[in-house]
């Protein structure tokens, strides 16, 4: 017991000096994670969009040719920035820049790097998340789009995509709450986030376990409102379950009430006799 | 010549195989203003495969559909500008179920032939009322039965004004009682002098309301003329058996 309130004791202290980098790293955390996962998105619907442009043998050469190219590139890109660390993508495109234009170019701002590393790596997983989004939706939707004239460009805008983005909505959300979390990498390019305000706490307190609490305990709010407010969003896009009916419907015939000219059913006749009775 | 202008489609040789499947052999079919024509055959006799090659959602192996004597099998035709005048109704209704019935009868309207937003719904509210579908416009597909939504997907295609409508298999997906009101819509159409191509397995309506009934069997046409003589005298065996199965069954 004694120690839980020297835990307080002790969250306070830090809480009072360092109160105010924490609440900014906790604002900076969230814009990044915000942006960063929405330029992800944008970077991912554009992949799967170019991604599921349809060719075959009738499509001319140079197009298809094209095409066959932007899937490759597409692929390249995935892979790469699927299968290495952010952390080290930070790093990499930070000091990489500088270093092969002999520091004419650099990024202006820590803000410009972590919001190109996060929207980049965010775009590899979101490329595969629409891709499967646009799978998933029923083919029917699309030839549907194509019978009333419907270019690919209008089918993916008015039609497949709005389907997608409700099926991955998911997935988008899970990005969002992976990268609440996964922006604390981005101290190492000195990016001033909710875990660099930690790092800078304990330096000149050395309370570790008090701030790792705070952190912890930060953390799991942010996801957890996050969640919150996904599944509300979802809710939204699904619209209401009831509709009004302007007025009655003539047309509808009530089950059994079968009016085909010169025809019956099966059903017209006496129902068969149940068994036992 | 001349007679070449006033056909709306004409096909030839047309031929489809999906692998070493052979679906269609060798098609030549013509259709003109005002008709009405039923495809009835056997399942996999290749009648909705010829409709979706009209409509170029399959792209055929060989032969030419001359839409208004221009072939849109040709280099530099856009299949999409040719199915905004070729409407489809589909078996599986194929309603978009991200948009309410009203919005789903404006989309092409508006994205496709750019008419404006009033424009777009004072005419798909016409159609809407045509096949008493008026007072769900506010209606998400999935909230609606069957028979409802193939009734709007029927005012989808006619708000594009199409120049043909094609039916494939309308009725199948639906439950008895929801046959009639489909049928009742398409016959007004019919009466109306749309031209309509329609794959069907609903006999009463082929031999009631088509000017032309058309029997396919293995991916050819093995026979077609007016209902009344292919119903009551059908030439070819094959015809003759299949008519037999199937009208004792139906009417």
């Known amino acids: ?277 | 010549m001349s007679g070449v202008e006033k056909h709306i489609l004409q096909i030839n040789h047309l031929s489809k195989a999906f692998g070493s499947n052979v679906v269609l052999k060798d098609i030549d079919f013509i259709v003109d203003k005002g008709d009405v024509i039923s495809i009835i055959g056997a399942s996999g006799s290749g009648k909705s495969t010829l409709l979706r090659c009209i409509n170029l959602l399959e792209t055929p192996n060989s032969g030419e559909i001359l839409f208004h004597g221009v072939n849109m099998l040709g280099r530099g035709v856009s299949a999409s500008r040719y199915r905004a005048r070729v409407g489809m109704v589909f078996q599986s209704f194929n309603l978009f179920s991200n948009m309410t019935v009203l919005q789903n009868c404006m989309v092409g309207q508006i994205r496709v032939l750019g008419r404006s937003r009033p424009d777009a719904k004072a005419h798909a509210m016409e159609y809407l009322e045509k096949v008493g579908m008026a007072p769900y416009v506010n209606a998400k597909p999935r909230q609606i039965s069957g028979g409802q939504k193939q009734r709007v997907a029927i005012a989808r295609a006619m708000a594009m004004d199409p120049e043909v409508l094609l039916f494939d298999e309308p009725t199948s997906a639906l439950d008895p009682e929801m046959v009639g009101e489909v049928l009742a819509v398409m016959k007004n159409l019919a009466e109306s002098g749309m031209t309509m191509l329609v794959v069907t397995h609903e006999m009463s309506f082929a031999r009631d309301v088509s000017t032309r009934v058309v029997y396919m069997c293995d991916g050819v046409i093995l026979e077609q003329g007016p209902p009344a003589e292919l119903f009551t005298n059908p030439r070819q065996p094959r015809t003759q058996e299949f008519l037999r199965r199937v009208l004792e069954r139906q009417l």
């Open chain 1, 1 to 277: 017991m004694n120690k839980f309130t020297q835990l307080g004791a002790d969250i306070v202290k830090l809480w009072g000096k360092y109160g105010n980098s924490y609440l900014s790293g906790v604002g900076n955390t969230l814009v990044l994670a915000l942006v960063g996962t929405l330029l992800g998105c944008l970077i991912g619907f554009v992949c799967g969009v170019l991604n599921t442009i349809p060719f075959g043998p009738s499509t001319h050469p140079v197009k298809r040719i094209f095409l066959r190219l932007i899937r490759v590139i597409i692929r390249v890109y995935v892979e790469v920035f699927r299968g290495t660390p952010m952390v080290l993508q930070a790093v990499f495109f930070y000091y990489g820049l500088p270093y092969f234009t002999n520091n004419t170019l650099k990024f202006a701002s820590i803000w410009a790097a972590a919001i190109v590393v996060v929207s980049i790596n965010t775009g590899a997983y979101m490329a595969e998340s629409v891709r499967g989004g646009i799978i998933s939706v029923d083919p029917g939707q699309g030839e549907g789009a194509k019978a009333i004239g419907m270019n690919h460009f209008q089918t993916m805008t008015s039609v497949i995509l709005p389907q997608a983005l409700r099926n991955i909505m998911p997935q988008i959300g899970n990005n969002f709450i992976i990268n609440v979390k996964d922006t604390s990498v981005m101290f190492i390019i000195g990016f001033p986030d909710f875990f660099a305000a930690h790092r800078a706490a304990v330096g000149a307190s050395l309370l570790y376990f008090p701030s790792a609490t705070v952190e912890m305990a930060g953390y799991l709010t942010m996801t957890l409102i996050a969640s919150f407010l996904l599944r509300w969003l979802e809710r939204r896009l699904d619209g209401s379950s009831s509709y009004e009916l302007v007025q009655e419907d003539a047309l509808t015939l009530t089950a059994g009430t079968y009016n085909h000219p010169g025809r019956s059913t099966p059903f017209d006749g006496e129902m068969p006799r149940r068994k036992g009775r």
